[in-house]
């Protein structure tokens, strides 16, 4: 437990922005229990600014609506940001980096679990030049998208060892991988 798991919609050609324009042509049930098990697992919840700058103005009223924003709303939040003063959004908190994000981990690997993020490759990308990301999860669609921000654009070479794989009924794979140890 502790573990920072980023999770991802993503096309085949690497596209992770904007997975509502795309992706809901292949969410069922299935691929809706593979999503409420990540959530199941998180005892918070990492992101980058932007996306704590959208989120934060369309969840918080959102708690009854959507399973997704019941699990948001109550979940310990926390932001990775150099620039953001504070945090309005119930149950936020600031983090300023590398030495911040992992003495995060720590804690939480002895109360809560693991803490779970999605939505900003940028985070991500952040994440894994550190040394912070302990698990990618990648919900790999049968779709070439063919514009949008890739997860991977203008970074090294990333070596990463797969963990799970399973896919779906309708065609999206179930990818779950682990940097490799850096040597």
Known sequence: MGKIVSNF?????????????????????????????????SGAWLMGRRLYDEWSQYWPDKADDQQFGTFINGVPKYVLSDSLAGADWNNTTVVR?????????????????????????????????????????????????????????????????????RALSTGVLHLSYAPQPRE
């Open 9 to 41: 919609f993503i096309s085949l050609d690497g596209v992770v922005e904007r997975p509502d324009q795309w992706h809901f042509p292949y969410f069922d049930d299935e691929m809706g229990q593979v999503v409420g098990a990540g959530m199941a697992t």
């Open 97 to 165: 980096g590398p030495e911040a994000v992992d003495r995060l981990r720590r804690v939480k690997a002895e109360t809560d679990g693991d803490i779970g993020m999605s939505g900003c490759a940028t985070t991500v990308r952040w994440l894994l030049a550190n040394g912070l990301l302990d698990e990618l999860g990648l919900l790999l669609h049968p779709i070439a998208v063919g514009h949008g921000q890739r997860l991977f654009e203008d970074t090294p070479t990333t070596p990463l060892r797969l963990l799970q794989s």
